[in-house]
């Protein structure tokens, strides 16, 4: 591989609900993972909010096990709502805001090590919707990053594990091409996503997942089954009592991770003054769990439907995130693949892994330099707009994108002025599978107030939407036969304001705003 310039040094970073990863291209363009400031390579994707300062991490992780109303855990899961679901310290937070404080302390933590730094890549759940896509971007702008792209977690696996085989070693042929099913199951979020490896193109094939199902699910599952028992014994319920809860969660996580390498886990649970011995037997633990291994399944079959592939066509299984460990996940992989998974990276780092070679490759294109590989990427999920149905009357989505189409794609739709002389025109965008509005996520509206003057009724007006390769999206505004370009207002339902981000920007990060869309 390829010596790149040292003046700006490819990071990336896998910004996971549970713990996050920041990883580099070291001087001979191996991608490595960076320790964080306390010496681990997983930094928990926790920030605490004390009186007087905001601690991220380890620190922020012990702390929220004490006073779990002060913690915000988990924020990934709430990326794309106006506001954390928690009050903390009397005020509701954007989760991009808690999610800049997490990228800020790993800028930081990485910057001790390789020198200053502000471009990244950082990766995002296949599923992420566009509005999500935004979420995480501002939340990189706010940290005093510069995103140079997003890119789905899968694919940065698969790029970690095609350095790894060698495949994106230029002197090697990657003549065959190989169908790679990649199943991730972090801490909040579950992802399947069919790929195809043709020589040095990434093509994904087709996307599934849920951004709220993950670890820590099996979490709640444990916790449950330690309650009932503290509950007969004690006739207390921890759940009721939050900081009772963010100490039974703790330990609970722990015993999950033991019953990933024993039959059996006990708990010893504390507090104020009672106590209560819980063992747990792993066959106990999967039993109360089954129905969240099942969903699973069944998206993963989904995805396998979506991409026409079966299983006897898939090559090679990956697995990342760290619930994977789970020995009832790697069971079910086999089961349904009968195959091994494939061990050859990390399951916590491959994705960051992947996004240092993705910064390394966008660098070297700045640069001039001839790809390695190319990523083709599709959508996961359909792009609609809002119109009245003829018969009813009422609502309804018309889909312009489906689902799992290869991006870029440009799409236009005509919507025709109703009386002579309209001057303007909304349009409502929402990204979702279901006809009806409501079931949809609502990315924005794109008004249009300066129409020309006198057009008569049914002048059409065209709409052009343009997802770009990270599934991020660009609205245009055209008026047949018109020279000069119209201006259309894309007002976004749920993003902060660039007033909002610039001045989250300098209070987190201290960096000054910069040009940013
Ligand atoms: P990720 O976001 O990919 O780092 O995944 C983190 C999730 O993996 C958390 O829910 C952890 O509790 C879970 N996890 C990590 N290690 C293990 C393990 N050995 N067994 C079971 N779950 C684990």
Not at 434 to 459: A, M
Request: charged share 30%; with cysteine.
């Amino acid at each position: 591989m390829k010596t790149h310039d040292h003046n700006i040094p490819p990071v990336g970073i896998d910004l996971g609900t549970t713990y996050s990863v920041v990883a580099h291209l070291d001087a001979q363009g191996h991608p490595e993972t960076l320790v964080n400031a306390e010496g681990e390579r997983l930094t928990p994707s926790v920030v605490f909010f004390d009186e007087f300062e905001v601690i991220v991490g380890r620190e922020a992780l012990k702390a929220f096990a004490r006073l779990p109303e002060r913690a915000a855990e988990c924020s990934k899961r709430d990326v794309g709502y106006k506001v954390y679901h928690k009050v903390l310290q009397g005020k509701y937070y954007p989760p991009e805001v808690i999610e800049a404080y997490i990228l800020n302390k790993l800028r930081q933590d990485a910057a001790q090590q390789i020198g200053e730094f502000s471009q990244v890549v950082i990766t995002v759940p296949a599923y992420f919707d566009e509005v999500r896509r935004k979420a995480t971007q501002d939340a990189g702008y706010m940290a005093g990053l510069e995103v140079m792209d997003i890119i789905n977690e899968p694919v940065a696996a698969a790029l970690a594990f095609a350095y790894e085989e060698g495949f994106l070693d230029n002197n090697v042929e990657v003549s065959q091409s190989q169908k790679i099913l990649v199943y991730d199951l972090g801490g909040g979020t579950f992802d399947v996503t069919v790929m195809e490896i043709r020589g040095h193109e990434y093509v994904t094939l087709a996307i599934d997942g849920d951004v709220r199902l993950g670890g820590w699910d099996w979490d709640q599952r444990l916790v449950d089954l330690a309650a009932e028992k503290i509950i007969r014994v004690h006739g207390f319920d921890p759940r009721e009592d939050v900081r009772a809860w963010g100490k039974l969660w703790s330990l609970c996580e722990e015993a999950k991770r033991t019953l990933s390498v024993r039959s059996k886990a006990v708990i010893s649970f504390e507090y104020q003054g009672r106590t209560a011995e819980i063992e747990i037997q792993r066959e106990q633990f999967e039993e109360a769990t089954q129905d969240l291994l099942d969903r699973t399944r069944f998206t993963t079959i989904q995805a396998l439907k979506a991409a026409g592939v079966t299983w006897d066509e898939i090559d090679r299984v990956l697995l990342v995130g760290g619930s994977t460990r789970m020995p009832m996940v790697r069971r079910l992989l086999r089961e349904m693949a009968k195959k091994e998974a494939e061990t050859s990276v990390s399951a916590d780092e491959a994705v960051a892994l992947g996004a240092a070679i993705h910064a390394g490759w966008l660098l070297g294109k700045a640069r001039g330099e001839p790809p390695r590989f190319r990523i083709r990427n599709v959508n996961s999920h359909s792009l609609g707009v809002v119109g009245v149905d003829p018969l009813t009357r009422r609502p309804r989505v018309g889909t312009i994108i489906p689902r799992n189409t290869r991006l870029p794609i440009i799409a236009k739709r005509r919507f025709k002025t109703h009386r002579p002389n309209q001057r303007s025109i909304l349009v409502q965008i929402v990204e979702g599978e279901s006809p009806s509005p409501e079931d949809c996520c609502p990315i924005g509206q794109v008004s249009v107030k300066d129409l020309p003057l006198n057009l008569p009724k049914g002048w059409p007006v065209e709409v052009i939407f343009h997802y770009r390769s990270n599934g991020r999206l660009r609205v245009k505004i055209r008026v047949p036969q018109m020279e000069r370009d119209i201006n259309a207002e894309f007002h976004r339902e749920r993003a902060l304001t660039k007033e909002l981000l610039d001045g989250w920007r300098r209070f987190i990060s201290g960096k000054e705003p910069t040009d940013y869309e």
